[in-house]
């Protein structure tokens, strides 16, 4: 079992309750709190919870409508509102933050919404989170979906797949397929054009990923803040230079501790990827 960790998720809509359900089941924290005004977060939590002797876990689930008990929190998930009010988003979801924010201490914020890229912008700009500790997860939910489709034309396993994601949402992803590969094998040197060129016009419409893919990816990079994996994840955060913009957001590698972003990465980049990228990243 992981350390005295907790993990909590603010919202308990299905984005938050896929989070919570794979953070529990991988026993990957001691504690998942979830969060939501509309009282919705106690149901949830004890769904989640009268499966653990089911599936085998024994992380500890709660749920409250109280801000305050985000206090010493690890890593702090922004996923969706219990009900129809679906992703936290525009001047209510800065609120939001804005209330929240005086709790959260250092800790980490992970965006777990595929509608979240502006208001990480925001965050970035209205409050005093530091750059670092922003982190947007759909690109992981994107990248799972693209690795489902090479497997399939590859006939491998997903596993048996390597990729990264780049750019902005909802149209100006950028896969750097010359980096890709599939069982340590570059993917060009596996796939043909025609089967690369098929796979790139259907990634462009995967994206958004469901409600348990961005759930399931907002787990996955919560796990690697509190682990310090030194594996790299494709995420969003406000770009501090990285292919030559400033400020806006957009999707790179990175690595994480405890802090949130200790590093991130610029992959190669053919000419005409490079042009995509800047006009989707507006540099």
Same mark, same amino acid.
């Given at each position: 079992?992981? #350390?005295?960790?907790? %993990?909590?998720?603010? +919202?308990?809509?299905?984005?938050? +309750? !896929?989070? !919570? ?10 504690? %998942?709190? *979830? ?51 679906? #992703?936290?988003?525009? @001047? ?13 201490? @250092? ?5 777990? +919404? ?26 992981? !939910? ?36 010359? #980096? !890709?590969?599939?069982?340590? $094998? ?25 409600? $348990? ?38 999707? *790179? ?31």
């Amino acid at each position: 079992m992981p #350390e005295m960790t907790t %993990v909590a998720i603010v +919202g308990a809509g299905e984005v938050a +309750g !896929a989070a !919570a359900q794979a953070l529990a089941s991988r026993d990957a924290v001691r504690r %998942v709190l *979830i969060v939501d005004a509309n009282q919705g977060a106690a149901g949830k939590a004890l769904d989640i919870r009268q499966s653990g002797p089911i599936e085998g876990f024994h992380a500890s689930l709660e749920g409250t409508n109280d801000d305050s008990r985000l206090a010493g929190c690890d890593v702090c998930v922004i996923a969706d509102r219990f009900g129809a009010a679906g #992703e936290w988003r525009g @001047d209510e979801a800065l609120s939001m933050l804005t209330r929240i924010v005086p709790h959260l201490g @250092d800790a980490p914020l992970v965006f777990a +919404g595929a509608s979240q890229a502006d208001l990480i912008a925001n965050a970035a700009t209205e409050t005093s989170v530091r750059r670092a500790r922003l982190i947007g997860s759909s690109p992981e !939910a994107l990248i799972s979906a693209i690795k489902a489709i090479v497997s399939m034309e590859a006939e491998c396993s997903p596993r048996d797949v390597m990729l990264t994601v780049l750019g902005a949402p909802p149209s100006g992803f950028v896969v750097p397929w010359g #980096e !890709a590969s599939i069982g340590g $094998y570059a993917m060009p040197r596996v796939l043909s054009q025609v089967q690369l060129a098929r796979i790139e016009s259907r990634t462009a419409r995967l994206w958004p990923p469901g409600p $348990y893919a961005l759930g399931a990816a907002a787990a996955l990079v919560a796990a690697a803040i509190l682990s310090g994996s030194r594996q790299s994840f494709s995420v969003l955060t406000p770009l501090g230079g990285e292919f030559g913009v400033k400020g806006r957001v957009g999707a *790179i590698p990175a690595r994480f501790g405890r802090p949130g972003i200790v590093a991130t990465r610029v992959p190669e980049l053919d000419t005409r990827q490079r042009v995509r990228l800047q006009v989707a990243l507006g540099g």
